[in-house]
């Protein structure tokens, strides 16, 4: 992102001319220069509004705080999930081990409760096999036949045939009463054994049964156990990884509104510059009124001036002898004209063989006045004071001032990254930028915009020729997400300058749509023409697309 703010003051001071003011020049100056033994020095003023930038950092950091505090719940969401996941382990832990030990209790059941059981089934069947076998006998009928036998062996005639048979009677039912008696003795026998067996094994029953509900708790708290232990290893591993990224994204400044403040200044002309030198700016130490003069057609002294700051007052009163004694943290010339400034984050911007526009940073000057460590009366751009002592003539730089009737008044470029890539469930495009094989379109820009607009203007990929298929979509509708290194660059269409480059400021967001960038009209001159170009990067080959995509502001 990329705004611009004009400046609210600026003047040049000139060392010749010590009580004129020149805050009406359409040109700043900086320099110095010899005229035969006579030198002159040059230094330039300029002050900027800096409550809007204020407001864009304060903006900024409650929204990175925001997204960091998001992202703090979701590790603290993670946190809890594992330390309930470690709880619950410890509980069915604890559940396993009780249950483990209750199991101890029946250590041998199953065995005794087995041989019980093939007892029982023996006992059983051989209680049922007797049941079944024996004969019974009625003690009427062994009377009965016993009373014939006695009457027979009492008599003395035997040898008949009815004598015979009931000798064979009384022998069969004798010998199947006694059977029958020894059988009715054994079952008694065998019956009271599988009663009592069916007691022990009742008894034993029920200890097999605990065993087997307490193995059935045993395993099913081991189960969980192992469950919960596993699910907490993935959670504590989870927790380290998003709080060791958290904490690195924290480290790495990732939620720190990160920006940067440019000087701008457009060169108009300048004279005699050498082929190499540095230039600086510092924040000026007292207030100072812009004025109305100018250096030769409104020769007035009614603002600042070499000499004074607002026209009647001097830089600094504690001079002593010519010499300034400078508070603590400022300094000047010798005797404290020119200008006073703080030496705290001065900033510089060098040139070798280059033209002679300034774009200088001055993010630590600006951070000093938004904090409000220093108080904002502006910047002052002028050489080095050893440079303006010694004798090398080093011309003088000319640059376009806020009175100018063009485009190139001071500006004040603030910048930062306020890209975000979320592809959401778009496709990336396939083949290279290079090779043509997909093409970038620019969808929803249109011809006019409102000065103070901002757009989102959207940019999709599409194969440049998309396979024929059935369907019920237009295969040239297709979006597709462009690489994370593209960039946008927007220019003025009539002279070519190039007013967002290409860079870590213009990056190209993407959402789940296509990708976009936001484009911010509101501190653009109005009643021009821009161009906008797009640039990709792939395996470190740059491809700059210039479709003549451009908009006018009115």
Not at 45 to 72: C, G, H, M, Q, T
Not at 306 to 326: E, I, L, P
Not at 441 to 462: D, F, M, W
Not at 541 to 546: E, M, R
Request: with cysteine; glycine share 6%; hydrophobic share 35%.
């Amino acid at each position: 992102m990329h705004k611009f703010f004009t400046a609210s003051y600026d003047a040049s001071v000139y060392l010749q001319q010590p009580e004129q003011n020149a805050g009406r020049d359409q040109l700043l100056e900086v320099g110095k220069l010899y005229y035969g033994d006579t030198k002159d020095i040059a230094r330039t003023l300029i002050k900027f509004p800096i409550s809007e930038i204020s407001n864009i950092i304060l903006e900024e950091s409650a929204s990175l705080a925001s997204s960091l505090l998001v992202e703090s719940a979701s590790v603290s969401v993670v946190s809890s999930s594992w330390y309930t996941a470690v709880s619950t382990s410890l509980h069915y832990s604890s559940s396993y081990s009780q249950s483990y030990s209750n199991l101890q209790n029946f250590i041998g059941y199953t065995e005794t409760y087995t041989e019980l059981s093939e007892s029982v089934a023996a006992a059983s069947a051989s209680v049922s096999a007797l049941e079944k076998a024996i004969i019974y006998v009625s003690e009427m009928d062994y009377l009965s036949v016993s009373s014939s036998y006695a009457h027979l062996s009492s008599s003395a005639i035997v040898g008949s045939l009815t004598d015979l048979q009931i000798t064979s009677d009384y022998t069969a039912v004798s010998a199947s009463r006694a059977k029958y008696l020894i059988d009715s003795a054994t079952l008694i026998n065998q019956q009271t054994e599988l009663n009592l067996l069916n007691t022990d094994w009742i008894g034993y029953r029920a200890g097999y049964n605990q065993k087997l509900y307490f193995q059935g708790l045993s395993a099913a708290a081991s189960q969980s156990w192992h469950e919960y232990v596993l699910l907490s290893n993935e959670l504590s591993q989870s927790y380290n990884a998003q709080s060791a990224s958290l904490a690195s994204d924290i480290s790495n400044g990732v939620y720190r509104f990160n920006y940067k403040t440019f000087l701008n200044l457009k060169a108009a002309n300048s004279e005699e510059i050498p082929l190499e030198y540095t230039i600086y700016a510092n924040a000026v130490s007292q207030s100072w009124t812009m004025g109305t003069g100018t250096k030769f057609d409104n020769v007035n002294s009614d603002g600042v001036s070499w000499k004074y700051r607002n026209g009647t007052s001097t830089w600094q009163d504690n001079v002593t002898g010519g010499t300034a004694v400078f508070t603590t943290g400022t300094t000047g010339s010798a005797n404290a004209e020119g200008g006073t400034w703080y030496i705290a984050n001065e900033a510089s911007q060098s040139y070798s063989y280059e033209i002679d526009d300034v774009r200088m940073d001055i993010t630590g000057i600006i951070s000093l006045w938004v904090s409000g460590s220093l108080p904002n009366n502006g910047l002052i751009v002028h050489h080095s004071l050893n440079n303006e002592e010694n004798g090398t003539d080093y011309g003088v730089l000319k640059f376009f001032s806020k009175e100018t009737n063009t485009i190139y008044q001071p500006k004040l470029e603030m910048v930062w990254d306020d890209s975000i890539f979320n592809t959401g469930s778009l496709s990336p495009v396939t083949g290279s930028a290079s090779d043509s094989d997909y093409k970038v379109v620019v969808t929803n820009l249109k011809k006019e915009y409102l000065t103070n607009e901002k757009s989102k203007i959207r940019i999709k990929g599409r194969d440049m020729y998309p396979s024929k298929a059935f369907g019920t979509t237009f295969e040239y509708d297709q979006s597709k997400y462009l690489p994370e290194t593209t960039y946008y660059q927007l220019e003025d269409y009539r002279t070519g300058e190039i007013i967002f480059p290409f860079g870590n400021y213009t990056k190209v967001s993407c959402d789940s749509t296509s990708n976009y960038f936001i484009l911010d009209l509101a501190t653009l001159p109005m009643n021009r023409t821009y161009k906008i170009k797009i640039k990709i990067v792939e395996n470190g080959i740059s491809t700059i697309i210039d479709d003549k995509i451009i908009f006018e502001i009115v």
